[in-house]
């Protein structure tokens, strides 16, 4: 994976935590509207759109540490292939 490759998993990951935050918000304006209750639905709808963020970067740092320990195999095998070689 290239390193522009892990940037862009990065940013995707903060944009996708602020269409979240706003879907939340237009979302609890909207649900206070059409389906008044006696709490703030702003309290449900935060709670959730913070756990659609938690998960996006739970997502993106399994991703990139996979990545990591992926490329330190790679090149433990390559430079064990290479002393091989010298031999």
């Known amino acids: 994976m290239?390193?522009?490759h892990k940037f862009g998993l990065v940013m995707g990951a903060?944009?996708?935590a602020i269409a979240s935050m706003a879907a939340a918000f237009y979302g609890a304006q909207w649900l206070n509207?059409?389906?008044p209750k006696s709490f703030d639905w702003?309290?449900?709808t935060y709670v959730l759109g913070?756990?659609?963020i938690a998960r996006?970067?739970?997502v993106v740092?399994?991703?990139l540490m996979r990545d990591q320990r992926t490329s330190e195999v790679t090149s433990e095998?390559?430079?064990t292939q290479n002393d091989s070689r010298h031999d």
């Open 2 to 4: 290239t390193q522009f």
């Open 14 to 16: 903060n944009f996708e």
């Open 33 to 35: 509207e059409h389906y």
């Open 42 to 44: 702003a309290s449900v």
């Open 50 to 52: 913070l756990l659609l």
């Open 56 to 58: 996006s970067w739970y």
């Open 61 to 63: 740092l399994r991703v």
């Open 77 to 79: 095998k390559g430079a």
